[in-house]
T-cell receptor, first 114, second 112 residues
């Protein structure tokens, strides 16, 4: 088991609502990446935060936003939820500047939008 | 067309078999290549990574990268039932190996 934790484990929301997902990084890691994994598919990169700033973004609309806090924990916010947002949301932490190839994934938050 | 293609399987093999998992890709900027294993209801776990072309071995696992063909492979020797999982290839073009592009995953079942 990695030291990356995510909350909540499961979440059910209604279309149009807003949701906030949380991630605590592995100790000592300064970079957090968020991924969306639809059922039966590979994870898709949403964005990455390094030292509290967005450091890269995948092909996701602006209603997907995030924050990283001074303790390197992170939030993913999704506004105006759509049915297609139903997925497993994964966060991964790593240590940028030290290779960063070891991205440690959390167990994910499963979001269902009805 | 997706940037990274991976046969979804499922791939079913008997215990002890050699397993070959493969991915093809289209983006020639990719320079870091990873293999992740994902058990049901868990996050992906990094198995191996390779920089640029070549082979890398770690115990029962061997990763191969052929950048000229845009083709990567993972071989598992002496497969065990505990190897049953979904295997994801992932690639990155950035110099820290972050911001991964994943394949869709191959589900592997190793039968006792």
């Amino acid at each position: 088991e990695t030291g990356v934790t995510q909350s909540p484990t499961h979440l059910i929301k209604t279309r149009g609502q807003q949701v906030t997902l949380r991630c605590s990084s592995q100790s000592g890691h300064n970079t957090v990446s968020w991924y969306q994994q639809a059922l039966g598919q590979g994870p898709q990169f949403i964005f990455q935060y390094y030292r509290e700033e967005e450091n890269g973004r995948g092909n996701f609309p602006p209603r997907f936003s995030g924050l990283q806090f001074p303790n390197y924990s992170s939030e993913l916010n999704v506004n105006a939820l759509e049915l297609d947002d139903s997925a497993l949301y994964l966060c991964a932490s790593s240590l940028k500047g030290e290779g960063g190839l070891d991205q440690y994934f959390g167990p994910g938050t499963r979001l269902t939008v009805t | 067309q997706k940037e990274v293609e991976q046969d979804p399987g499922p791939l079913s093999v008997p215990e002890g078999a050699i397993v070959s998992l493969n991915c093809t890709y289209s983006n020639s900027a990719f320079q870091y290549f990873m293999w992740y294993r994902q058990y049901s209801r868990k996050g992906p776990e990094l198995l191996m990574y390779t920089y640029s072309s070549g082979n890398k071995e770690d115990g029962r696992f061997t990763a191969q990268v052929d950048k000229s063909s845009k083709y990567i492979s993972l071989f598992i020797r002496d497969s065990q039932p505990s190897d049953s999982a979904t295997y994801l290839c992932a690639m990155s073009a950035d110099n820290a190996g972050n911001m991964l592009t994943f394949g869709g995953g191959t589900r592997l079942m190793v039968k006792p």
